[in-house]
């Protein structure tokens, strides 16, 4: 069974990767390009680039998958709205649904 966890770089999502692994389950990820994949390193895993903002990409690394983790999103304590907090975590979250 294939899993995606989108913020699979984040703390929670490189843990849930690995445990998902530890569960001898395959783990696709999905995540922006340019992303340290440090919390990745070494790990048997499908790499799909893609952004959550734009839903043909979601749905691209949805293809063949049967569990969805999304933990991606957009951590601010500045003061004040911004758009691409509310871009990733909103309209980014509704691509994900859209597409599961």
Known sequence: MLNLVTGATGHI?????KELLNQHEKVRVFIPEGEDLTPLQNL???IIYGNVCDYDSVLAAMD???NVFHLAGI???LSGQDPH???VNVCGTENVVKAA
């Open 85 to 87: 907090v509310r871009q």
């Open 13 to 17: 999502g490189n843990v849930l990767v």
């Open 44 to 46: 048997d895993i499908e």
């Open 64 to 66: 063949g998958v049967a």
């Open 75 to 77: 951590i601010s304590i």
